[in-house]
C-alpha cells in the first residue's frame, strides 16, 4: 500500500521560489512522479525521480531522498500559469500500481 | 492532444442508472488505468488493464466495473448510480518501455449524478 502526504495549498508571488513538499510510505518503490493540473483538466506529467537526488528541468527542479520518504518539487521564477494543483505520485515496483497524493494548489499572486 | 482519447466529455444521469465510460489509449500503449476524481480531490486509482487483463485493482466499487478488448480500448462500467459518484473520471496509458515518462491521461469524462 502506499500513504502519500502532500500540504492542501500554498500562496507565492510571481517571479519567487517555492517548494512543495510530498512524503510517502509505500510496500515497493518504483519510482516518484510529479504531475501539474488545471482546474477541470487532465494531469500533464513534469518529472520524475527513481534514484536518490535532484533532477533540473529548467524552471522545475524535482528531489528524492528515498531513505526518508520524500520528495520536493522546486519551481523557480513563478509565473501566474504555474497557478495549479501539483500531485506527487509513488509507482510500485511491479508497474501495476501508481498512487497519487491529494495534491498542492499554489496561488500565484501578482 | 495527448493521445489517449476519452468519450464522453460530459455525461449528466440520473441516481440508480447506469452509464459506460471508454476510453482508448495511445497508439502502442498496452495499459490503461482507470482513476476517479471528486471535487477538490486526489486521482484515486480504480483498475488498471495490461493487453486485456486486470492487472491491478485499487478502491473500486462493486457497483463499477471494466474491461479492455482486443483492439485496447476499455470501458468504465458504473451502476447503481448514487450522487456521490458524481466525479472526473480519468483513464491513463503507459508507453512500455518509456518508464521514466509515467503515464498520459486522457481529458477526462466529467459525471454528474442527480
Known amino acids: 500500500g502506499q500513504n502519500i502526504d502532500q500540504p492542501t495549498e500554498m500562496t507565492a508571488t510571481e517571479g519567487a521560489i517555492v517548494q512543495i513538499n510530498c512524503t510517502y510510505q509505500t510496500s515497493g518503490f518504483n519510482g516518484l512522479f510529479w504531475y501539474q493540473q488545471h482546474a477541470g483538466e487532465a494531469p500533464t506529467f513534469l518529472s520524475y525521480?527513481?534514484?536518490?537526488g535532484l533532477e533540473e528541468k529548467g524552471r522545475f527542479s524535482s528531489f528524492l531522498s528515498r531513505s526518508k520518504g520524500y520528495s520536493y518539487l522546486l519551481l523557480k521564477e513563478l509565473q501566474m500559469k504555474d497557478s495549479a494543483s501539483y500531485l506527487c505520485?509513488?509507482?510500485?515496483?511491479?508497474?501495476?500500481?501508481?498512487?497519487f497524493g491529494s495534491g498542492t494548489k499554489l496561488n500565484v499572486k501578482p | 492532444d495527448s493521445g489517449v482519447t476519452q468519450t464522453p466529455k460530459h455525461l449528466i444521469t440520473a441516481t440508480g442508472q447506469r452509464v459506460t465510460l471508454r476510453c482508448s489509449p495511445r497508439s502502442g500503449d498496452l495499459s490503461v488505468y482507470w482513476y476517479q476524481q471528486s471535487l477538490d480531490q486526489g486521482l484515486q486509482f480504480l483498475i488498471q488493464?495490461?493487453?486485456?487483463?486486470?492487472?491491478a485493482k485499487g478502491n473500486i466499487l462493486e457497483r463499477f466495473s471494466a474491461q479492455q478488448f482486443p483492439d485496447l480500448h476499455s470501458e468504465l462500467n458504473l451502476s447503481s448510480l448514487e450522487l456521490g459518484d458524481s466525479a472526473l473520471y480519468f483513464c491513463?496509458?503507459?508507453?512500455?518501455?518509456?518508464?521514466?515518462?509515467?503515464?498520459?491521461f486522457g481529458s477526462g469524462t466529467r459525471l454528474t449524478v442527480v
Open positions: 525521480n527513481v534514484l536518490d
Open positions: 505520485a509513488v509507482r510500485e515496483y511491479n508497474f501495476n500500481k501508481f498512487y
Open positions: 491513463a496509458s503507459r508507453h512500455q518501455g518509456a518508464e521514466d515518462y509515467g503515464y498520459t
Open positions: 488493464y495490461y493487453n486485456g487483463e486486470e492487472r
